[in-house]
């Protein structure tokens, strides 16, 4: 559909045709355990504000640069969570292992780093391949490799889930979190305590196949 930030965008003709109240689209992804010929519900895209609607807690804010109408973002750290933790951020198992990839964070934002609405694929820089597979074995006691396998609901859900911690708007994230008597569902918290106001996303196991195939080749 074209959501960058260049003028020609749907956004911003939407924009200038003075449909939006502010220049601000939302894409909310859903997740169904089904599908059907007739469509899929997959998310909702929001024009000109935040449909408070569609989720159950509050948004939290990544730093966001633009440059030649991408959207870039600063990638501080990668972890791998041990499967049987739910598909959110924030796990069902406070208890269960969290492991970061041992790669810099310099390595990690190596050119730029983008989120890109219209690409279906997450690529890494090869560079995070030995550290990642190292990590993958270490949870799962496999080697990684790029073999197609028949995995069953429990095998599924039993794979790591990979979580991205983003650099954060800490001024208006830790106002989130003040504000909540609960930890706030997306914010790194705990998990590093230097950077608490950071955001976390959680990349669900359905993807991390895909993900972790592409991570070797590219």
């Known amino acids: 559909m074209g959501m960058d930030n260049a003028h020609e965008s749907f956004w911003h003709q ?10 601000i689209f939302t894409l909310c992804f859903g997740r169904q355990p089904t599908a059907d010929r007739q469509g899929t519900e997959a998310g909702a895209m929001t024009l000109g504000g935040v449909d408070t609607r569609l989720h ?21 750290n990668v972890y791998l969570r041990a499967g049987g933790g739910g598909d959110s951020a924030q796990s069902t198992d406070p208890n269960i292992a969290v492991k970061r990839v041992d790669i810099s964070e310099a390595e990690l934002n ?15 820089t090869r560079s995070i391949a030995t550290a990642f597979h190292a990590l993958w074995k270490d949870f799962t006691g496999k080697t990684y490799n790029n073999n197609p396998v028949n995995l069953s609901e429990k095998e599924l859900n039993s794979l790591p889930t990979i979580l991205f911690q983003l650099q954060g708007l ?9 504000d909540n008597t609960q930890p706030v569902v997306g914010l790194v918290g705990a998990l590093d305590p230097e950077h608490p106001y950071d955001v976390l996303l959680a990349m669900v196991n359905y993807i991390l196949i895909l993900f972790s195939c ?3 080749t590219t």
Request: net charge negative; glycine share 8%; proline share 2%.
């Open 14 to 23: 939407m924009s200038a045709a003075g449909e939006m109240k502010e220049d």
């Open 56 to 76: 159950t807690s509050p948004v939290v804010y990544a730093s966001v640069s633009v440059s030649n109408a991408f959207y870039g973002v600063h990638i501080r």
């Open 110 to 124: 190596r050119g730029t780093t983008i989120v890109d609405s219209g690409t279906t694929d997450t690529y890494f």
């Open 170 to 178: 800490g001024d208006i994230n830790e106002k989130l979190a003040k």
């Open 214 to 216: 592409l991570l070797q």
